[in-house]
């Protein structure tokens, strides 16, 4: 049976392996395998490393393969610098055409009463998979008062994989 509840009428699912490893404090190996039906053929599957060691220091990289072929591979950077700096950087690459999906790079700077952030963007069409555009934000805060720009945070909330806008410090 299936979820769905309708019968199913093969003798043999698809083989779903999920592992998670945490190798040492700060560093995990997760894996998803899924084949076809037949339980030897490859369907989809991805493979991660993060190490993490806080909530803005952290590097993510991913392979997602589809039918035997890496179809995407993603980097996500993330780095403290002293107190008020960050650096933030991500790429979701496609090695079959090498072709970029989205790109961005960013630096945030933020203390107890006011934060800044610059962002650079690529995005490709989601629609039509052709060449996207590029954008540079600028985005101030006073916080408590207001924000000019939101656009370089929801660039990096929407592009960069981990990222959470930081709690005012007041």
């Not at 392979?63 to 993603?74: E, F, G, L, P, Q």
Request: charged share 25%.
């Amino acid at each position: 049976m299936t979820l769905s509840g309708n019968p199913e009428t093969t003798d043999q699912g698809p083989l779903v392996v999920e592992s998670t490893a945490r190798l040492a404090e700060s560093l995990h190996w997760n894996t998803r395998f899924s084949s076809v039906s037949d339980g030897e053929t490859m369907d989809t599957a991805t493979n991660e490393v993060k190490y993490k060691t806080s909530e803005t220091d952290y590097v993510t990289q991913r392979i997602v393969w589809d039918n035997d072929a890496a179809t995407r591979t993603d980097l996500y950077i993330s780095n403290q610098i002293g107190q008020d700096w960050r650096f933030l950087a991500g790429m979701q690459w496609e090695p079959n055409t090498e072709q970029r999906v989205n790109q961005v790079v960013g630096i945030e700077y933020e203390s107890c009463c006011w934060r800044a952030a610059v962002v650079h963007a690529y995005e490709r069409d989601q629609v039509t998979s052709t060449n996207g555009g590029h954008s540079v934000k600028l985005q101030l805060e006073l916080k408590g008062l207001g924000v000019l720009g939101r656009g370089a945070s929801s660039i990096m909330e929407r592009l960069l994989e981990g990222y959470e806008l930081s709690e005012a410090r007041y």
